[in-house]
């Protein structure tokens, strides 16, 4: 009887020796990890960097310099930038808003109120509402029309639940009238990230001043607490370099410093600053971030047909 | 090969039974302790953790989101920028290292931060030390909900109705200074003494004064560190580089403070640290003073008071205010319950965008893999339950409508120009309605719980064995 056990324990030896070792090996393994990873650790730092900076931070040196981008440049003139965004191909009405309160002031008669989200224009194709704008221009690259300093207060409405304005580029020195000039109250809420912020209660009928105090990099939000489905945007900027394309999809800023390397901004509510893959006068263009290079020639107007195809927005 | 063999079989064949007494026992005994032992190394891993701070992944997240992603090596950078500024949850620093040169001990127009003795008492692991001062406040006391980080994501989050507060926004509810302005170090302190009535946040009047202190810099310090953290995440999103260098990001100190303590200058935007630091320093420049109120809340059964609460009453429903089109024509907070805070702005906007559930389901499913919490709506407040969050003196309720709640929906009723309270005319004040009404809506308010429609239904009259 030995003899048989012995020759059955004979044959699985190899298999006992191999599974032990997978044994020991995936043991060993977790044991080395552990079980309690976690997933949202990031970008572990490296501590000898971090102890680097935190010396040079006390021993009250600046520290190694950002490199400064904007190469010493000469202004030689003034340009023009133009262009149309249309959108190629048919796009699908915007989504109706679901006006859940107020309905005899917000949705006179019961017609269906649709959102602004993307607005195309049925006879040209344009995309109404996405703004320009140029980054890093100051000083004596600011033509004498677009300087920072307008202080003029602009009329900001909203009636039958809408905001009139549905994308606003303004300037900081610049004021918002906001007014109610519905029946009912609205709060209008501007939340913004570097500037001054308001929630505050309209009563119907009256206005509230708002200025932004200090300028954006993108569009901030308006909108209403009491009746959620408003919304609109607004860009304050220091220097009047920016506009929002009309009806048709066209667009003119004036007077951009000539000889220098701008950057210009494109926003739209759906897309934001994606606008990679985006045709711009039929060949593909790059894109980062939303901004698109130009130099301009002292005089020049510079065309931009920009193309966005009706599936990136919808 | 040939040895293990020998081993193996020569064990195998000691049969058990005929094993002496005792040692079968210990044999198993001795398995069972390995087990254990090797259990625990599997489970713990060789590996011991120092404590660390998260970095922002969901802000990271809304960055990528909008079309401008944040590479792994910029993240990295903007870790070690914060290492090196703010230190560990167990060796805290102040951002801009106190050189002894530079402050002038005697001087009070300098300040360089943080109060670090205060926030070594709240950091680090949890001890008494020998004089019996406890260690390790945070860890101790707050860190469960909170999050060692202070971003409302600590293990017991998930579980809590209202969530803890994300300290890292800078975002604040319950203050007495108007709009989106900081809180003061009092607001803060109010929060610690009293808790927050109707939620999870309890109150921590049993501990001592000192302890309470170190709490609320350390909260203040952890709110710092969000917020720069936050401000170097969206510059490095927008622009792909820092702001400026790390001496820049750091300086702007010594801010100049005049007499009552509040900065004098702003510092400049690629002073990151200095900026923020700036905000809750001039916090106390906008404190909502109340105007006089009319009527004495001592006395609730005067005819004064009855009189204040039906003009309440008229201005609750009034279309100036139209306090009902949120709390709900009863005023149980059922008006409206479909926007979130701005600690859910990424919902938010998600939700104005889209409305194809599958959508909305992948994006929240792709913001809770790196920290969000499971978004919910705020509703507004039920003001027939007698609870409230901000605190139930007549002011507290005063400032509530006065400035609105900042982080969530609730608007403004007073602007910024009438906090100054007795001293603004009517005139300048401006607001939806004059500051003496809003006592009235504050009388109405706090009546409401003892309105017959509050009580509920009627009590039991009790039974044969509860005899009343």
Not at chain 1, 18 to 44: E, K, M, P, Q
Not at chain 1, 77 to 99: C, E, F, H, S, Y
Not at chain 1, 220 to 235: D, E, G, T
Not at chain 2, 319 to 343: E, F, I, M, P
């Amino acid at each position: 009887m030995i003899d048989q056990r012995s020759r059955q324990y004979q044959k699985r030896r190899s298999c006992v020796a191999v599974r032990l070792l997978f044994f020991f090996i995936s043991v060993g393994s977790v044991a080395v990890t552990g079980c309690n990873r976690d997933n949202l650790r990031g970008a572990i730092p490296d501590q000898a960097v971090a102890k680097e900076i935190r010396l040079t931070l006390a021993s009250s040196d600046v520290g190694p310099a950002v490199a400064d981008q904007s190469a010493s440049q000469q202004r030689t003139g003034w340009g023009t930038l133009k262009g149309q965004i249309r959108v190629v191909g048919a796009m699908p009405p915007d989504r109706l808003l679901n006006i859940n309160k107020d309905q005899a002031v917000c949705q006179p008669g019961g017609a269906p109120v649709r959102g602004e989200t993307v607005e195309v224009d049925p006879a040209t194709g344009g995309l109404a509402n996405v703004v320009l704008y140029a980054l890093d221009l100051d000083g004596e690259n600011v033509h004498e029309g677009s300087k920072a300093g307008k202080t003029d207060s602009i009329f900001y409405d909203q009636k039958v639940c809408r905001y009139l304005s549905h994308v606003l580029p303004m300037q900081t020195t610049q004021s918002l009238e906001v007014k109610n000039s519905d029946t009912v109250s609205h709060n209008t809420q501007i939340q913004a990230k570097r500037g001054r912020s308001i929630n505050e209660n309209i009563p119907p009928g009256s206005s509230v001043q708002y200025s932004p105090g200090k300028e954006e990099k993108e569009p901030i939000s308006v909108n209403c607490a009491v009746h959620p489905w408003m919304k609109a945007y607004l860009l304050p900027r220091d220097n009047g370099y920016f506009v929002t394309t009309q009806q048709d999809g066209s667009f003119e800023i004036a007077n951009l410093p000539a000889g220098i390397d701008l950057s210009v901004q494109a926003w739209q509510e759906k897309l934001g600053k994606n606008f990679d893959g985006i045709k711009v006068n039929g060949q593909p263009a790059t894109w980062k971030r939303g901004r698109i290079a130009l130099n301009l020639k002292p005089d020049e107007t510079v065309m931009l047909d920009v193309e966005i195809p009706a599936s990136v927005l919808e | 090969m040939k040895r293990f063999n020998k081993k193996v079989t020569a064990w195998r064949g000691v049969p058990w039974g005929r094993l002496r007494f005792g040692v079968k026992h210990r044999i198993l005994r001795a398995s069972f302790a390995n087990l254990f032992w090797a259990c625990f190394v599997v489970l713990a891993g060789c590996q011991a953790e120092v404590p660390y701070f998260r970095p922002n992944l969901v802000e990271i997240e809304i960055e990528q989101d909008a079309g401008e992603p944040v590479t792994e090596a910029q993240q990295r950078t903007i870790n070690e920028t914060m290492l090196a500024l703010f230190g560990t949850p167990d060796h805290p620093a102040n951002p801009f290292p106190q050189d002894a040169e530079i402050v002038d001990a005697t001087s009070p127009l300098t300040t360089f931060g943080f109060d670090v003795g205060k926030l070594k008492t709240s950091a680090g692991r949890v001890y008494r030390d020998e004089e019996g001062n406890q260690h390790g406040l945070f860890r101790l006391h707050c860190a469960h909900c909170h999050g060692v980080t202070g971003g409302g994501d600590g293990p017991t989050a998930p579980f809590l109705n209202p969530y803890p507060r994300d300290y890292r926004q800078g975002v604040f509810k319950y203050k007495s200074t108007f709009g989106a302005a900081k809180p003061t170090h009092d607001d803060l302190k109010r929060v610690l003494v009293n808790g927050v009535a109707g939620t999870s946040m309890p109150s921590f009047r049993l501990l001592p004064d000192n302890e309470i202190e170190a709490l609320v810099e350390y909260v203040r310090y952890l709110s710092v560190r969000g917020e720069t953290e936050i401000r170097l995440i969206e510059y490095m999103a927008a622009e792909g580089e820092m702001p400026g260098s790390v001496g820049e990001i750091a300086g702007g100190f010594p801010l100049a403070l005049d007499e009552e303590g509040i900065p004098e200058e702003e510092p400049e935007e690629e002073n990151v640290v200095a900026s923020v630091l700036y905000q809750w320093k001039s916090a106390p420049l906008q404190v909502i003073r109340p105007v006089s109120s009319p009527i004495d809340y001592a006395n609730p059964d005067s005819v004064a008071m009855q009189a204040s609460i039906a003009r309440g009453e008229e201005l609750f429903y009034s279309k100036n205010l139209q306090c009902n089109s949120c709390h709900g024509d009863s005023a149980q907070g059922d008006g409206q319950r479909d926007k979130y805070t701005v600690w859910f702005k990424w919902r938010e906007d998600l939700g104005t965008n889209n409305d194809d559930p599958a959508e909305i389901d992948r994006v929240v499913h792709q913001f809770m893999e790196v920290g969000a919490l499971q978004p919910r709506t705020i509703h507004p407040r039920n003001l027939r339950l007698g609870v409230y969050r901000g605190g139930r003196r007549p002011i507290d309720v005063y400032r509530r409508i006065y400035s609105g709640i900042n982080g969530g929906p609730m608007p403004a009723q007073g602007t910024a120009s009438g906090i100054g309270g007795n001293e603004v005319p009517d005139g300048e004040a401006g607001g939806s309605i004059r500051r003496e009404q809003i006592w009235d809506v504050v009388s109405y308010v706090l009546s409401l719980p003892y309105e017959p429609l509050s009580q509920g239904p009627p009590q039991r009259q009790g039974s044969k064995y509860t005899p009343r």
